[in-house]
């Protein structure tokens, strides 16, 4: 054989050993365009929120366990769970509840822990609150987080009075009574409460109202909640579930634009889709449930859209914000843990979904200004789990770190050009993209792979640079995980599959993966 016919023969071979490997991987091409010449709206912070309730061990045990604990702690707060949330860094955090905000009397929160009652928490499985974390408690919390106060006051069984005393109580500099009793109780200086929303979910456990008696209740709330000049909170609505546009419409129909900051959005997704059957487990479940989370993760997406359009029509300058404030994927409670406890493994699946959501977030900057995951630790689709003094991170947990140079950062526009996800004869997105650019002018791209068989050969026009730096999660099981004895078995790696190619970027993201590039 010559040389020439030597050289056919090893390029016909490379070929077919190519295209064998590109079949084995299985990969579906993608155009990515990022509209840097439209830039939109700056993405807070608070779009990375979290959520913490009285319920289960979201708050005792997961991140309270006293000063008396033989689990080292900072005046109750366990040390090891307060570290790995600071690495995360929280913006914002929601407190007390969810549907335990409206039986939430705070007086029964504040004064000496000894003597505060023990009440039932009829939400929650009817479990003794002992009131040990209260306002003084909470807010410790918050500024050893550094983060933002979001406090949901008590509209179902409370009272304006009892609102308002306890913003006054919280905010208040002067020599009056609620402000005196502060200080008798260790605190000088006010609080900042950038946040304060008047009841949750009004048209269930909030008080299973219509939108227009929630309205009325609402307007009469409002009209008492008074904060010092220069320290008035945002004030929060108590918003729609899902597809329910007639609460929205409702609300922003009965309620003046002046009296209200902020509309929120709740949105779950159950693999089955049932709340009153099984609604399908954390972990062990085959690719028809990792399909319908992924589909349930973008109909956010439609969701933000339509309540948005109805904003719209009242509020034209978007002067009213939407606040996702309870989101996740919510699993069959692990076995071993009490029905109310809410406690569920977080997978793989969930740290894509997070990354769906973030992107859907971030895409809708303009109006969404604030979203808190469901919820912090132990509960739902949590960031940390804990089980006496262990913790581990979750998969979520890792989405959130991998996404933290969004935050600060200016929305840009992405169109997305790819292949459906199909599965049987359903179908959803495979890929979800978001952008951004950070102050520093760098270029930041968060890719969720939502395909669980086929990696992504992505081509990305509109970017820019010299240098690359890319973190990726992804894992062989769709419910790869970490657990108490393996904490690290799914963390976030350096990513090189990203490279310059003619004025864009050329990524191969694999199947089920998360990525986030930095380009310079
Ligand atoms: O996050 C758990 C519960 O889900 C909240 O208390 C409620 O608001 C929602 O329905």
């Not at 200080?183 to 979910?201: D, I, K």
């Not at 959005?265 to 709340?275: K, M, Y």
């Not at 973190?471 to 790696?493: C, H, K, S």
Request: hydrophobic fraction near 40%.
């Amino acid at each position: 054989m010559g040389e020439s016919m030597r050289w056919i023969v090893r390029g016909l071979a490379a070929l077919v050993a190519l295209s064998a490997s590109a079949f084995a991987q299985d990969t579906y091409e993608a155009r990515v365009t990022i509209r840097a010449d439209r830039p939109g709206a700056v993405i807070r912070p608070e779009l990375h929120g979290q959520f913490s309730e009285f319920l289960g061990s979201g708050i005792t045990g997961g991140l309270w366990v006293g000063e008396t604990s033989s689990i080292p702690n900072t005046r109750g707060w366990r040390n090891d769970v307060i570290g790995a949330l600071k690495e995360l860094g929280v913006p914002v955090i929601r407190w007390p509840g969810g549907c335990y905000a409206d039986r939430y009397h705070w007086r029964d929160g504040i004064g000496p822990r000894a003597e505060r009652p023990v009440r039932l928490n009829t939400t929650w499985g009817g479990v003794e609150e002992r009131n040990e974390v209260g306002t003084h408690e909470f807010m410790d919390l918050v500024e050893q987080l550094g983060a933002h106060a979001y406090i949901n006051a008590n509209v179902g069984t409370g009272s304006p009075r009892e609102a308002a005393d306890w913003l006054e109580y919280m905010t208040s500099a002067t020599n009056s009574a609620l402000a005196q009793e502060r200080r008798r109780n260790g605190r000088a200086e006010p609080w900042e409460v950038p946040y304060w929303a008047l009841g949750n979910e009004l048209w269930q456990c909030g008080g299973n109202l219509r939108p227009a008696e929630y309205a009325t209740l609402y307007r009469l709330f409002a009209t008492y909640q008074w904060a010092p000049e220069g320290k008035r909170p945002k004030i929060i609505v108590a918003g729609a579930y899902d597809t329910d546009y007639v609460w929205t419409r409702g609300l922003m129909e009965n309620i003046p634009i002046a009296q209200m900051d902020a509309i929120t959005l709740h949105h779950f997704s159950l693999p089955t889709g049932s709340w009153t059957g099984p609604k399908g487990p954390a972990t062990g479940f085959g690719e028809d449930q990792w399909f319908s989370i992924m589909r349930r993760a973008h109909d956010m997406d439609d969701y933000i859209r339509r309540h948005d359009a109805i904003m719209d029509a009242h509020d034209p300058e978007q002067k009213v914000g939407l606040y996702i404030d309870e989101w996740s994927n919510w699993y069959d409670v692990e076995p071993g843990k009490p029905r109310s406890s809410l406690y569920q493994q977080n997978t793989l699946r969930d740290a894509v979904t997070a990354a769906v959501n973030l992107n859907i977030f971030q895409a809708h900057a303009d109006r969404v200004r604030m979203a808190n995951i469901t919820q912090m630790v132990n509960v739902l689709q949590a960031m940390i789990l804990t089980d006496g003094p262990r913790m581990l991170r979750t998969p979520t947990y890792h989405t959130f770190m991998l996404y933290k140079p969004f935050r600060g950062a200016t929305s840009l526009p992405v169109e997305v050009r790819a292949p459906d996800y199909r599965f049987g004869r359903e179908r959803t997105i495979s890929l979800s993209v978001s952008a951004a650019r950070d102050t520093s002018g760098a270029v930041v791209l968060g890719i969720a792979n939502m395909d669980p068989r086929r990696g992504a050969r992505i081509s990305v026009s509109g970017v820019a640079g010299q240098s690359i730096a890319g973190r990726i999660i992804t894992a062989e099981a769709m419910d790869a995980r970490n657990t108490f004895e393996a904490p690290d078995a799914l963390v976030p790696a350096d990513f090189s599959a990203a490279r310059f190619v003619g004025g864009g970027l050329l990524v191969d993201a694999p199947a089920k993966s998360v990525i986030v590039l930095t380009v310079r």
